[in-house]
């Protein structure tokens, strides 16, 4: 099973981008990613997954346009980038890794059976 590493979280002003990192601990050929958050008292949210082939990628209506995942397998790591953030972003973001088909993307957490600690973003002026 994967060992999954988020980095890159930080504090932002509204508006502005931010770029978190998802790391595995082996290769993440033909292995679905989904980014997730979650906020104090809320349950975890799906926002982004890509497909373990790359091709397919599906967002939450919430982020629709302004965040993007991408994988680098070369890497074994899978980015969100987001941009204009707005203090509603602010969350807890964790990765995880998939059961998917590997041209299939779900944005269900049942799909997902390995994941990360979370990198903090928060969104404030």
């Known amino acids: 099973q994967f060992q999954l590493k988020e980095s890159g979280g930080g504090l932002v002003h509204p508006g502005e981008s931010l770029r978190v990192a998802c790391e595995a601990s082996d290769s993440i050929l033909k292995v679905g990613f989904g980014w997730f958050r979650q906020t104090p008292g809320k349950e975890r949210e799906a926002i982004a997954c890509i497909s373990g082939s790359g091709i397919t990628t599906k967002y939450a209506d919430s982020v629709l346009g302004r965040f993007t995942i991408s994988r680098d397998d070369a890497k074994n790591t899978v980015y969100l980038q987001m941009g204009y953030l707005t203090p509603e972003d602010t969350a807890v973001y964790h990765c995880?890794?998939?059961?998917?088909?590997?041209?299939?993307?779900?944005?269900?957490?049942?799909?997902?059976?390995?994941w990360g600690q979370g990198t903090q973003v928060t969104v404030s002026s």
């Open positions: 995880a890794a998939g059961t998917m088909l590997v041209r299939q993307c779900l944005l269900s957490l049942a799909h997902y059976n390995a």
